[in-house]
Every structure is written in C-alpha cells, then in structure tokens.
C-alpha cells in the first residue's frame, strides 16, 4: 500500500458499498496526476498485489468496479503501524489530509504521538519531533525573511555578536570583545579561539570577510545590513576591522541579525547542507521532513535535546498536536497561550489599481476591516487590537461605519473587482480572508481571492503583479527596534513592494536620522512619528496582535520561547520520572 492506494480509497468512500464502488478512470486523473495508460498499469499492479480486484469498464468512459479485499480503517491501521515500525514517519503523514472521517484520522494521530513530542531512545537520546504546517523555503542567510526559517539559522550558525532583549544590550558571541573610533566608522571585532565550524574547521576571520563580501556580491533583499561597508581587513586570524563609507551607531545592531550568521570560507553555501557553527548541525532536509543533530563541539553551550526532527503535514490536518513525552499515561498539560508572535495587517499596492491610491478608498477600507466582528463573526475570543507595529502601543479604534458609503462615492469606486491576496499556510489566515471578502461585499467592494501556496511564492513577483491589497503579517526578531528597520529596509518584505515611492522615501529618510540618533526616547519619537504618517494616510490597515497557543507535558522542562513564538531548542530537556 501507498499513499496513491490510499488517495484512491479517498476518492471512493463515500460511493462504497460493501468495500465495492465504482469510478471513472478520468476521475483518477486530477487525483494522481498520471496519463489515462499509467493509471491502468497501476490498478492493474494493486489487483496483482491483492488490493482488490479490479473490473475495467467496456468502452470508453464507461465505469469500472472495484471490490476492495480489507476496510480502509483497517488498511490505515496497518500502514500506520507498518511506518511506525520502520521509522517511515513521512509515510504516515500525508494520511492526515484524506478526506475521510475524523474519527479515524484520530486513530492515526493517537498512534502519532508515541512518535512525536519529547522522547528518549534506547541510547539514551532525547529526541523531538514536531510538526510544522508548511514546506520550509530557503535557508540561505542572503534570501530569508520569514520568522520560521530565520529561526531554523539561528539554529545552524552565529553571529559576531548577539543581541539580547532583557537587557537591551548587545552582548558577545563569536567575538569576544570589539571597539569603535569616535564617529561609529571604524568597527574592530577580536575573535574567539576554538571556534569550531560543523566540518571541524576552525573559524577565522578570512569566514567573516567570505561571509560579509558573499552579501555584497550579490542581489539580495538583505542587502540593506552591509551597504554601509566600504572595507574590511583581516590583520590577524582573530581581529578583524570593518570600515564603513558614513557614520551608522547602530551597525553594531545590524551584525547580530541572523542572516549575517558566518560562513565557512572554504565550503561552497549549501542550504541543503548547511554548515555553520551553531549548536546543531543539519544532519539532513528533504521536503517531509528537517532533521538536526546536537553539535558537541559547540563553543558555547551544549544543547540538552540531541536530536529535533521537523515534519511537514498540511495545517488543515494536524491541528491539536501538543508536546507529549513517550511512555508516560498519567498526562497533566501545561498551557502557554501568551506568546506574541507580531501583528497582522491590510497592505494596499499602490503601483496597480488607481482606486488604492484614494485615500478616501483606503479609509473606507479600514472602517469595513473591523478585528472585534471578524473574531465575533468567526466565533472566535477577541483579540489583541492592534495600531501599532508594537502591543504596548496599541490601542482600541471605535469605527463609524456609517461614513463608508459616502468615502466610496468620492474615491469613484462602482465595484470594479480587486484582487485580495491572503497567506495559506494557516486555517484562520484563509478564514479572514474570506470574511474580508464577505464583509467588503456588503457595501459594494468586490474582492476577488487570491492565496499565495507557499512561501517561495510570496518571494516571488507574481504579488506585485496581480495583488490590489494584501492581508499579511509580520514577525519580530528579539530586536524590536532593527525589525522595523527592516521591515521597510527589506525589500523583500511588502512595504518596499507595495508603498508608493514618496511615502517610502519619507520613512527611509526617518530611519536614516533614527540610526543617527543616540537617545532610545528620541528614536522611540521617530518611529512613532512613522506610525502616525502610516495610520493618518491609511497606507497600511493594522488589524490584531497574534498569540501563539501551545500545549506541552508538565515533564518537558526548559520551555522558553524567543521573540519568533517558538520554543528555544536549547534549553528544552525531559524529567524523566524515576522508576519505582
């Protein structure tokens, strides 16, 4: 059996009588993706492995019988066992997205979660396994922008220095100590000693000028973090001088940003097979699945789990996995809801349909996109208002919606349709989309929906190309103040593809003098001067504050997110109950 079989048994539940039903073969087309001659060949090859028997139709498009020999409940349960026992997890998980009942589908994830969550193997291994909702796009440090994959980086590499968030201060990482001349032009970095690479080379800083010229030699969206440098030397194995072309206090802050983790010079980049010198080494990717393994030699602190394997299945299917521990049948949970993971907002592209450039459409808008009746609508908690790119910042709007009408009449909008693109990669992202649509219709907004699949798709040009407004998110790093930087530095993100070039301009401007600026109050007044250019031309709609909802074993110890709402892979261990 394979997951065609179990596609095909899919496709024919709700049609089977007594394990009998028949079908079309055009019907399998769509299904398996094969040409009319390989799908015979392949129903021929089930019937010979005793499947089912298999009686074709006379004539063409006439309707074939099959007569299965077992019940699908059954097949599942020995393919999930089968896979369990070989450890062929990527089998098992593709079975969540058939179109089956749900009582059934709880069978197979009961037999999931002896294998996912927080385990120990007869080596003594604590290994995780975890399931993420979508394939993971690039890992290559010039070309990341996504809050997932800038995680996963951080897992393989370091920078040269680090930024922590408590403190608010940068602290060292893989240099020691470092000094700057008086105009914040001449920055020296001293290297540790024993700095191990995964290929157990010792880093130098020939890897830091490799890493540094590899972004400036070629076009990317992150190339905002060294356009300043004009030179770099190397006048030692262990110092190195980066000069910069105009004075910038906050570079400092720009090397603690995980895309300029350092490379090793001597190795082509693979993002296949990442080497780094972070506290685990990816001992291999595919598309089911991403598997790290502890780096013993890791300078720093030796990660408690040994092993963190990532699996791909659909969103739509795995929601409720929790962290569980193997073995374990007393179950006391531990709830963990108030995790910040960003805000989420309406962009509008202003290089496509002339009625986002009316301010007066933008307000209408921003009246229609109300947070408190999507969530009543969607029967949901209400949520965390958002205004502002920061929680503590945000505050309750009253909307009048009355005022709708009449900013439509003067923007000359007649329901001409728009293209509102929305993110796939969560259920509830789908829903608002689609209540942004039914709520829009009611006063004579016409959006069409658009879904960007994946994440390498959203990179891609097609969003400026076809998208009239955009719902979206954004995600922090632990430094707040650098992710709004780079949320309009990045081009990349949709601020520097969707806002027109004078409002960009300002706020690039603002940024430049904000860099500038020694005083955090003073920065602080900068970037609340951005938000309110923002707000009072209607440029983005913010929408809500997002809390991630986690679940985990009371024995899983060490739990701690980072400001991306995931867990901190190095700190997580298990407390094992003693035998008795």
Not at 483 to 492: C, G, H, Q, R, T
Not at 506 to 529: G, H, T, W
Request: aromatic letters at 12%; a negative charge.
């Amino acid at each position: 059996m394979d997951l065609d079989y179990f596609h095909l048994r899919a496709l024919l539940f709700s049609r089977e009588r007594e394990n009998k039903a028949s079908l079309r073969l055009s019907e399998l087309e769509p299904v398996w993706n094969y040409t009319n001659k390989t799908i015979k060949r392949k129903l021929n090859k089930y019937q010979e492995e005793g499947l089912f028997e298999y009686f074709p139709g006379n004539g063409r498009g006439n309707q074939s019988l099959i007569c299965f020999k077992s019940e699908l409940q059954d097949d599942l349960k020995k393919m999930v066992k089968t896979s369990i026992q070989k450890g062929k997890y990527e089998n098992i998980l593709p079975l969540l997205d058939l179109n089956i009942p749900k009582s059934w589908l709880r069978l197979v994830t009961n037999d999931l979660l002896k294998v996912f969550g927080l385990q120990s193997n007869e080596k003594d291994q604590e290994i995780l396994r975890s399931i993420i909702s979508r394939t993971i796009s690039t890992l290559d440090p010039l070309f990341t922008s996504i809050a997932m994959e800038s995680f996963l980086i951080q897992q393989f590499s370091d920078t040269l220095v680090t930024y922590d968030s408590e403190s608010m201060t940068v602290k060292p990482c893989i240099a020691h100590n470092w000094r700057v001349n008086e105009d914040y032009t001449d920055w020296t970095f001293y290297l540790r000693k024993g700095v191990n690479f995964h290929h157990q080379r010792t880093l130098t800083s020939q890897d830091v000028l490799f890493t540094l010229n590899r972004f400036a030699a070629e076009n990317n969206p992150n190339e905002w973090l060294v356009a300043d440098i004009e030179d770099i030397d190397c006048p030692s194995p262990f110092v190195v001088t980066i000069r910069l072309k105009k004075s910038n206090p906050f570079f400092l802050r720009y090397l603690c940003k995980g895309n300029l983790a350092i490379l090793p010079a001597d190795v082509p980049f693979n993002e296949f097979h990442w080497i780094g010198t972070g506290p685990f080494k990816m001992k291999n990717r595919t598309e089911e699945s991403l598997v790290l393994e502890a780096f013993d030699q890791y300078f720093l602190e030796r990660p408690l789990l040994d092993r963190v394997e990532f699996w791909h299945v659909n969103d739509m299917a795995h929601r409720g996995f929790n962290l569980e521990v193997a073995g374990e049948k007393e179950i006391e949970y531990i709830e963990n809801n108030e995790i910040p993971v960003g805000f989420t907002f309406l962009a509008f592209n202003f290089h496509r349909n002339p009625f986002v450039r009316q301010i007066s459409f933008r307000k209408a808008m921003y009246l229609i996109l109300d947070s408190e009746k999507m969530h009543r609508d969607l029967h949901r908690e209400p949520p965390q208002h958002a205004s502002s790119f920061f929680a503590w910042k945000s505050k309750y709007e009253e909307k009048h919606v009355e005022e709708i009408q009449s900013l439509l009449k003067d923007s000359e909008y007649n329901g001409e349709e728009l293209t509102l693109v929305g993110l796939i990669n969560k259920r509830e992202k789908i829903e608002e989309t689609e209540w942004l649509a039914r709520e829009a219709a009611v006063y004579g907004v016409n959006l069409k929906i658009s879904h960007v699949q994946t994440f390498d798709e959203f990179y891609s040009k097609k969003i400026e190309q076809e998208a009239d407004m955009m719902m979206n998110g954004e995600v922090p790093s632990p430094d707040y103040e650098l992710s709004f930087l780079e949320a309009f530095y990045n081009k990349a993100l949709i601020f520097q593809r969707f806002l027109k070039e004078d409002d960009l301009a300002y706020i690039v401007a603002q940024l430049n003098n904000m860099c500038l600026e020694p005083s955090f109050s003073k920065r602080d007044q900068i970037r609340d001067e951005i938000e309110d250019y923002l707000r009072s031309q209607h440029a983005i709609i913010f929408i809500k504050h997002s809390t991630k909802q986690q679940f985990f074993h009371s024995m899983i110890k060490g739990f701690v997110h980072d400001s991306y709402g995931y867990m901190d892979l190095r700190k997580i261990w298990i407390e094992k109950t003693p035998n008795k």
